[in-house]
């Protein structure tokens, strides 16, 4: 691999109140997994720091919820402007750098899944609306029954390694367009590309205390989910933090999307390269780690050994490489406790009789995409989110056991079918238990029209569009009675 990964070691600040400041916690040292190099350093924020930055963030509330909704607006024009203008490449280059994706995934995901987020809050904030209700519990229409939202206040959000730019920017221009404020907790693993995206908020020229920063682990997580000025707590990642935030939280607005076991189901009239297709996107995506990536790969009897065939000659295209290079298609895993993992289920399933028929092997991070056949749900890839690239085949016989067998999981977040009959396709959309639907569509979908999130253990509420803004806010009802005002 290519030695040079970085020309600078680079730092990652602490954002408080309009200020960039180094933390005054632990000196952690950020290593790529493009090649095993520190590319910078950084310093926790202490609690300290924590909790002046949800200070400023309570102070700064109150009147920027009182900012005209336009002036908020033009401000988040002028950031998503540096994004597209300024920023946008280095951001990508650090995420590459950060945890491995190919710098074109990176690409996509600063560009067409990050920054877009920005026009996407400011179009719907403008169509987020109230109501007007008649009066039923009076025989009366001088009464007038006004629905509004009003903003939580200060919102944490908290979000993960794997998407750190187009996860928080699912969150974060939402928040601040209804009028709350935020304090912002990346993971530690991708410091200096949403270090980034704050910096779009400061340049921007947004008041100080609208936005904070806060690097750090689990200490720096907790105290901005307890704290009490904390209103809202906003989390992307796994299943067993979610849950420890949802205690922890108590009362507090939370809004949790979490892990993902998708599966992907071939029906035996479906159209078998579009599924091979789809399977090569939902599986090798991000080296499969991916929320909503296609954990399990349901496949009817009939067509198994066809769809096998075609799916492992297809796999033997994906270029394994150099993340930084442009035709590469799959790049390193972002850690050794990734590679533990799929290492954990791929001896698992051999162990209960599945067979490995491509890949397997790894050299440090950079692990094979890889294709097992006679998988089934007794093995730990069946029940549990893997995150890496890893293919399980799974046969069966009637759509009756794909349905039981895809719902046969603690998740619920998305899942995909592919078939040509219309009556299997609305069988599977009633009866499959997923937030998600997608129908001859690679489980790696999604639109930022849509409501986007799980059931189950896959969290709770649903972000983009319209949808995020019932968790970013309070509906507050105002009853108004003219007739009753003092008569000059």
């Given at each position: 691999?290519?030695?040079?990964?970085?020309?600078?070691?680079?730092?990652?600040?602490?954002?408080?109140?309009?200020?960039?400041?180094?933390?005054?916690?632990?000196?952690?040292?950020?290593?790529?997994?493009?090649?095993?190099?520190?590319?910078?350093?950084?310093?926790?924020?202490?609690?300290?720091?924590?909790?002046?930055?949800?200070?400023?963030?309570?102070?700064?509330q109150k009147e920027w919820a009182n900012v005209p909704l336009l002036d908020k607006l033009d401000l988040l024009k002028k950031a998503e402007e540096l994004g597209r203008t300024k920023y946008g490449e280095e951001m990508a280059r650090y995420i590459t750098l950060e945890m491995g994706k190919t710098i074109t995934e990176a690409r996509e995901e600063v560009y067409e899944l990050g920054i877009s987020n920005f026009e996407h809050a400011i179009g719907e904030v403008q169509r987020f609306r109230g109501s007007t209700l008649p009066s039923t519990f009076e025989r009366t229409n001088n009464k007038r029954i006004h629905i509004t939202h009003a903003p939580i206040g200060v919102v944490s959000v908290i979000t993960p390694w794997n998407f750190p730019v187009s996860l928080s920017a699912e969150l974060i221009p939402y928040a601040l367009a209804v009028g709350n404020t935020v304090v912002f907790k990346p993971s530690e693993i991708t410091p200096f590309s949403t270090e980034l995206l704050i910096r779009l908020f400061d340049e921007a020229g947004f008041p100080p205390g609208v936005v904070n920063l806060v690097q750090g682990k689990g200490d720096v997580g907790n105290r901005i989910v307890t704290h009490e000025d904390v209103r809202g707590v906003c989390f992307t990642g796994s299943a067993a933090v979610g849950e420890k935030i949802a205690q922890a939280a108590g009362l507090k607005r939370t809004l949790l999307e979490l892990g993902g076991n998708g599966p992907q189901i071939v029906m035996e009239d479906a159209n078998l390269e579009e599924a091979v297709e789809a399977a090569i996107n939902g599986c090798f995506y991000n080296a499969g780690q991916v929320c909503t990536a296609a954990e399990r790969i349901l496949v009817h009897e009939s067509i198994h050994d066809e769809f096998v065939d075609l799916l492992v000659e297809r796999t033997k295209k994906v270029r394994l490489g150099n993340p930084l290079e442009d035709g590469t298609e799959m790049g390193p895993l972002s850690g050794q406790p990734v590679v533990d993992k799929m290492n954990e289920h791929i001896k698992d399933a051999v162990n209960k009789g599945a067979k490995v028929v491509y890949g397997g092997n790894h050299s440090g991070l950079y692990y094979e995409p890889t294709i097992l056949v006679n998988a089934n749900q007794s093995m730990l890839l069946g029940k549990e989110e893997t995150f890496g690239p890893i293919a399980p085949i799974i046969k069966f016989k009637t759509r009756e056991e794909a349905v039981e067998i895809a719902n046969d999981t603690p998740y619920g977040l998305t899942s995909s079918v592919f078939t040509s009959g219309l009556a299997d396709a609305w069988y599977m959309a009633d009866n499959l238990e997923h937030g998600t639907v997608h129908i001859n569509e690679s489980t790696n979908y999604w639109d930022f029209l849509a409501p986007f999130g799980g059931m189950k253990n896959s969290g709770n509420g649903r972000i983009l569009s319209q949808w995020v803004f019932q968790h970013l806010t309070e509906v507050k009802q105002i009853t108004f009675d003219p007739t009753k005002a003092k008569r000059k």
């Amino acid at each position: 691999m290519e030695k040079t990964v970085s020309k600078a070691i680079l730092n990652a600040k602490t954002y408080i109140n309009g200020m960039w400041m180094d933390g005054e916690g632990e000196l952690v040292e950020v290593v790529s997994p493009v090649n095993g190099e520190i590319i910078g350093n950084y310093r926790n924020s202490s609690i300290e720091q924590v909790n002046l930055a949800i200070k400023s963030a309570k102070e700064a509330q109150k009147e920027w919820a009182n900012v005209p909704l336009l002036d908020k607006l033009d401000l988040l024009k002028k950031a998503e402007e540096l994004g597209r203008t300024k920023y946008g490449e280095e951001m990508a280059r650090y995420i590459t750098l950060e945890m491995g994706k190919t710098i074109t995934e990176a690409r996509e995901e600063v560009y067409e899944l990050g920054i877009s987020n920005f026009e996407h809050a400011i179009g719907e904030v403008q169509r987020f609306r109230g109501s007007t209700l008649p009066s039923t519990f009076e025989r009366t229409n001088n009464k007038r029954i006004h629905i509004t939202h009003a903003p939580i206040g200060v919102v944490s959000v908290i979000t993960p390694w794997n998407f750190p730019v187009s996860l928080s920017a699912e969150l974060i221009p939402y928040a601040l367009a209804v009028g709350n404020t935020v304090v912002f907790k990346p993971s530690e693993i991708t410091p200096f590309s949403t270090e980034l995206l704050i910096r779009l908020f400061d340049e921007a020229g947004f008041p100080p205390g609208v936005v904070n920063l806060v690097q750090g682990k689990g200490d720096v997580g907790n105290r901005i989910v307890t704290h009490e000025d904390v209103r809202g707590v906003c989390f992307t990642g796994s299943a067993a933090v979610g849950e420890k935030i949802a205690q922890a939280a108590g009362l507090k607005r939370t809004l949790l999307e979490l892990g993902g076991n998708g599966p992907q189901i071939v029906m035996e009239d479906a159209n078998l390269e579009e599924a091979v297709e789809a399977a090569i996107n939902g599986c090798f995506y991000n080296a499969g780690q991916v929320c909503t990536a296609a954990e399990r790969i349901l496949v009817h009897e009939s067509i198994h050994d066809e769809f096998v065939d075609l799916l492992v000659e297809r796999t033997k295209k994906v270029r394994l490489g150099n993340p930084l290079e442009d035709g590469t298609e799959m790049g390193p895993l972002s850690g050794q406790p990734v590679v533990d993992k799929m290492n954990e289920h791929i001896k698992d399933a051999v162990n209960k009789g599945a067979k490995v028929v491509y890949g397997g092997n790894h050299s440090g991070l950079y692990y094979e995409p890889t294709i097992l056949v006679n998988a089934n749900q007794s093995m730990l890839l069946g029940k549990e989110e893997t995150f890496g690239p890893i293919a399980p085949i799974i046969k069966f016989k009637t759509r009756e056991e794909a349905v039981e067998i895809a719902n046969d999981t603690p998740y619920g977040l998305t899942s995909s079918v592919f078939t040509s009959g219309l009556a299997d396709a609305w069988y599977m959309a009633d009866n499959l238990e997923h937030g998600t639907v997608h129908i001859n569509e690679s489980t790696n979908y999604w639109d930022f029209l849509a409501p986007f999130g799980g059931m189950k253990n896959s969290g709770n509420g649903r972000i983009l569009s319209q949808w995020v803004f019932q968790h970013l806010t309070e509906v507050k009802q105002i009853t108004f009675d003219p007739t009753k005002a003092k008569r000059k």
